[in-house]
């Protein structure tokens, strides 16, 4: 028997893939999530209420600068979060997918907690069993690789020892 979160994400994730959404979304989404981060000291995002999700906090590709991106993530199911640069069907890869080439050690925030992660990227032969598992949280998802007309980056962010921890 569904959820009500599994019916409520039925019914909201083919309004994401329309075009009113992929136009507005990159817009008015990361401002609503910094306010509400800001507010609630990163316990709280928006997106989590349907889908979990988590701050990356990455090192700019090329300036060097640390970058707060907030994602939907998928469990793994073996402690570690998958990533999907989808950037809303664009034609381009989104930022943080060229910082984590650059730079894959990198940290999450989940809930208010933050933890180091290492990036990387999901090979052709892991690729359908990660977007199955995507699918299977967010059904659909996988248009946005199918409209954007790329490859769309998958990343696994494995948690890592905080070596800053350990000397304290």
């Known amino acids: 028997m569904p959820t009500v979160l599994q019916i409520v994400r039925s019914v909201v994730s083919p309004l994401t893939r329309t075009r ?3 136009w507005s979304a990159p817009r008015i ?7 509400i981060a800001w507010l609630t000291g990163g316990r709280v995002q928006l997106s989590a209420l349907l889908v979990p999700s988590l701050v990356l906090h990455t090192t ?14 998928t469990p793994d199911g073996q402690g570690r979060a998958i990533v999907a640069g989808t950037s809303f069907a664009r034609d ?21 907690s933050r933890m180091p992660v ?4 999901i090979g052709d032969d892991e690729r359908e069993a990660a977007w199955a598992r995507i699918e299977a949280q967010w ?3 996988r248009a946005y ?9 998958l990343f696994r962010l494995q948690p890592v020892a905080d070596p800053h921890r350990a000397s304290m």
Do not use: C
């Not at 290492?118 to 990227?121: D, F, N, Q, T, Y």
């Not at 690789?145 to 980056?153: A, K, L």
């Open 145 to 153: 690789e199918r409209e954007s007309g790329r490859v769309v980056r």
């Open 118 to 121: 290492r990036a990387s990227l």
């Open 20 to 22: 009113v959404f992929r």
């Open 29 to 35: 989404l990361p401002p609503v999530e910094r306010v």
């Open 60 to 73: 700019g590709a090329k300036s060097g600068e640390p970058r707060d991106t907030a994602l939907m993530y």
């Open 92 to 112: 381009r890869h989104p930022g943080w997918t060229y910082n984590l080439l650059a730079h894959p050690d990198a940290a999450i925030t989940v809930r208010g």
């Open 139 to 141: 059904p659909g998802y």
